[in-house]
């Protein structure tokens, strides 16, 4: 019905879809795909088009739902569209209500004029959950419409994350937070949840006095703690991209346009480590045009947030892990920060084009912490991203293997893995390597300016790509080479693959150490950052004897590291060569960790013995209820492989 309605529209292929029905084959195997149709949103987007959004929404802890009204700005495209189709996940939508169209010009702002509207839900689906379909009056004058729909989301939302306050770090007050991308906004807000619609919102958020809210948008920094807080975002973004905070957050400044917020325990910390943000928008200017969102502010999450960082406009979210001391991490925020041009300002139009925003961004993080912190520091970054790329291919099938790929009947969150990430990156290096950095920027910065505010797919990439790199500069990459990286398996073999002498040293240290040739107290480890601890312990491939645990503990204080990345590979070792002294510290950290790429490791590890398949499972039972939604899914098919299969 999906595939139907939105193929019609474009008036394509709808013979292949009503053959895929009668046969009983999947859509996926008989049509061909079409680029630029997002195959994971129910709404008619070729009928109405979602212009702003004014929520209004209270924030109710103790039922763990957030609840008022969303007022959508829509413009009908098709003057004969009467049935409005938006994505929505669990939501109770309680009413819906038109502002008529023929009354608007004269009463503008009135509140007598709405008129309930009558609405229903078609098939949900597991994946994309239920299109509402709401029925309009047939249109009277063509002008801006309003609607405003009445609604409480779920307390099992994947969208919401919600902390009792032990689980946070103050321990004083309960903290929620929003995660949408790729198609979870469908799951707070009823909306077109495709990343090729863009919308403005403003927002009125209600809370208790004692917690402020973040959101996505401008605010004041200083407002008043009172409980009523307000948020304007006058570009256009896409949905995944409205976010919301709210925890008994501080604020501390690190520079005229960039801050943290942080809880209280957190926020000197977070200020010391990012004071280099600044810095790095100026780097970043510098090669790829104006920061266009005025501010950038960091806010670091309680601890069981399940990324490491995530990219909202003028705001990132990040986790609290990447306070590693070092700076190291610095990384996740340049990452972040590279959205701000790559996937905020110009991004994917559907979720297969995903790695024109991961791919590119990668790239630009490297660009910036090589500009601030020197090329050897990224360099560390790219050959560890090198090696799970590596990793990455090897578990993948062929076709999951190419940049672009085809997303069709699947969770779009399928798409998240190294490739689109580090196979992007080397992409982008390539070309780079092959027009000159100059070249490449200035084409960068045109294509920021290009498409500012607008989404794209992979198509349309390719052809800007060519009009204004490959043709212009003829003879220095074919197209058939860079349909090689977009559409083909593995890495190509022209590519320009990193490295760097850091890890030489880590190899001779561990080597020398393992053979007993120079005791662990004895390695010069003084200037080692954290990819080189990390690095040094993940490279114990075979398990370790109980004296060497202890002998690296002793000189390292490993059990009581404060850094999350570290003690995330220790953990690693002490699973793998089951070391019982180190199971406390294990339990610990997978009660207060939520980063899925720090803990998913654990547990598969765990799942490789049966005495740690009897660990894994009593410890995921325990700890579950604190884990995010989708972090639950995936370690319950880690740890309950079974189950899994039985659903
Ligand atoms: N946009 C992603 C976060 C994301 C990933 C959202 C998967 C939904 C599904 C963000 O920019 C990101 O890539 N974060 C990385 C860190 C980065 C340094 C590679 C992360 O959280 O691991
Ligand atoms: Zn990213």
Same mark, same amino acid.
């Given at each position: ?19 895929? %029905?009668?046969?009983? %084959?999947?859509?996926?195997?008989? =049509? ?50 009467? @049935? ?31 008129? $309930? ?39 099992? $939302? ?5 902390? +009792? ?8 007050? /309960? ?5 949408? @991308? ?27 006095? +004692? ?41 501390? @400044?690190?520079?005229?346009?960039? #801050?943290?917020? %942080?809880?209280? /325990?957190?926020? =000197? %910390? ?49 986790? /609290? ?21 790559? #996937? ?9 084009? !995903? ?6 961004? @990668? ?48 969770? /779009? ?73 977009? !559409? ?160």
């Amino acid at each position: 019905m999906r595939q139907l309605l939105r193929v019609s529209a474009a008036g394509l292929l709808l013979g292949c879809s009503s053959g895929a %029905a009668a046969t009983g %084959a999947s859509e996926a195997e008989l =049509s061909p795909l079409q680029p630029g149709l997002d195959y994971h949103s129910f709404a008619n987007i070729e009928q109405f088009r979602v212009t702003h959004l004014d929520l209004n929404l209270r924030v109710d802890f103790h039922n763990k739902v957030l609840f008022g009204a969303v007022g959508l700005e829509i413009k009908r495209l098709d003057p004969r569209a009467t @049935e409005l189709v938006l994505d929505t996940r669990d939501l109770d939508i309680r009413d819906v209500e038109e502002r008529p169209t023929d009354v608007l010009g004269a009463t503008a702002k009135s509140q007598t004029t709405w008129v $309930s509207r009558p609405f229903h839900f078609d098939k949900a689906d597991p994946i994309l959950g239920s299109p509402l379909v709401i029925e309009l009056a047939p249109l009277q004058k063509k002008t801006t419409e309003l609607i405003r729909i009445d609604y409480v989301t779920s307390p099992t $939302s994947p969208a919401l994350h919600w902390l +009792d306050d032990n689980q946070t770090t103050g321990k004083h007050q /309960p903290f929620m937070f929003t995660q949408a @991308e790729p198609i979870a906004a469908r799951g707070w807000i009823p909306l077109q949840d495709t990343p090729q619609v863009r919308v403005t919102y403003t927002a009125h958020i209600h809370t208790s006095n +004692d917690v402020i809210a973040v959101m996505s948008a401008r605010f004041d920094p200083k407002a008043k703690r009172n409980g009523e807080y307000v948020f304007e975002m006058r570009d256009a973004i896409p949905s995944y991209l409205i976010a919301l905070a709210v925890g008994d957050l501080r604020f501390k @400044e690190t520079g005229p346009r960039t #801050g943290v917020y %942080a809880e209280r /325990p957190l926020v =000197s %910390a977070a200020a010391e480590e990012f004071a280099g943000t600044e810095a790095m928008m100026q780097a970043a200017e510098k090669m790829f045009g104006p920061y266009r969102w005025e501010r950038y502010d960091v806010v670091v999450l309680p601890s069981r947030f399940s990324l490491g960082g995530m990219e909202y406009p003028r705001i990132s979210f990040v986790s /609290p892990t990447i306070l590693t001391g070092d700076k190291s991490q610095l990384s996740v925020v340049a990452h972040e920060l590279a959205h701000a041009w790559s #996937g905020n300002l110009v991004g994917n139009a559907t979720w297969r084009d !995903l790695w024109i925003n991961e791919g590119l961004a @990668e790239y630009l993080q490297s660009r910036i912490i090589s500009a601030a912190y020197g090329e050897p520091r990224d360099a560390m970054e790219r050959v560890l991203g090198l090696d799970s790329l590596r990793t990455d291919l090897a578990k993948r099938k062929s076709q999951d293997q190419a940049l672009a790929i085809d997303l069709r009947d699947r969770d /779009p969150a399928a798409a998240f893995s190294s490739v689109p990430y580090e196979k992007g990156r080397l992409f982008f290096t390539y070309l780079e390597g092959k027009f000159g950095r100059e070249r490449f920027d200035d084409f960068l910065r045109a294509y920021f300016e290009h498409f500012a505010f607008k989404s794209l797919s992979t198509e349309q990439f390719l052809g800007y790509l060519k009009d204004h790199l490959l043709d212009r500069y003829p003879g220095v990459v074919s197209r058939d080479q860079v349909m090689q990286w977009v !559409l083909a398996p593995g890495i190509p073999a022209d590519a320009v693959l990193p490295a760097s002498d850091a890890f030489q040293r880590i190899d001779q240290a561990r080597g020398d150490w393992l053979a007993g040739k120079v005791p662990a107290k004895k390695l010069d480890t003084r200037d080692w950052m954290t990819p080189q601890w990390q690095y040094f312990l993940d490279g114990m491939t075979s398990p370790l004897r109980k004296e060497q645990l202890a002998e690296l503990d002793q000189a390292f204080g490993f059990m009581r590291s404060g850094n999350a990345l570290v003690s995330s590979s220790w953990l690693m070792l002490v699973i793998r060569s089951a070391y019982t002294p180190g199971f406390p510290r294990l339990e610990e950290y997978l009660q207060s960790v939520g980063r899925r790429k720090l803990i998913e490791p654990l547990y598969e590890e765990m799942m490789k013995t049966p005495a740690g398949a009897v660990m894994a499972k009593r410890i995921f039972a325990q700890v579950r209820p604190g884990y995010h939604a989708y972090t639950a899914a995936a370690i319950d098919a880690i740890v309950n492989p079974a189950s899994e299969d039985a659903e």
